[in-house]
């Protein structure tokens, strides 16, 4: 595939909105999240374990065989579809922990949804830049917080963390539309 064809096929995936940055570290069992918002670049420390369930069902994804697979993580049942062939126990987001990469997974209400679109192998390295940059170490709990005041008022969080001066409402979106990929 050549950078053109790679860039045509980018153009024809709609955005996703993913603002975050996950840099796992197997060796150690955890990962590091990091994601800007309102003027702040909040970064934490998680441990992801999963308990798969392996399911006797297949379906082909990016011309690969996958096999099912069954979780519940942080309050959502999610089913994955993991590639053998290609022996990587890795996946999007926080998923991992699998025979083979996670080519598909889904949460069962669908509001949720990662699936590969291409594999191909690079014809360069791949490196990750390294920045300097300030970072708001916070805990899990203090960022999911965070984020939830932002997405419901964005404005009244900015006045709070005194990015911004003006006066606070009461809360611009409904809170029955806040649906996090983690609920718990």
Known sequence: MTLQQG??????????G??????????LGNLTYNE?????NFIYTDEVNLNWKLVNDTTTICNHLCHKATTHFRGRDWVAYYCMDIPINDGPYKFSGLPGLILKIEDTNKDYSFVAVDIYKAKNQIYKKKRKRMYTKVSRKAFNKAKKYNTLNPGAYLIASGSIKGHIRK??????DYNPIELE
Not at 36 to 40: C, I, K, L, N
């Open 171 to 176: 809360h611009s979106r409904n809170e029955k």
């Open 36 to 40: 800007y918002f309102s003027r702040t």
């Open 18 to 27: 993913v603002r975050y940055k996950i840099i796992k570290n197997h060796l």
């Open 7 to 16: 860039n045509e096929i980018r153009r024809q995936i709609p955005y996703s």
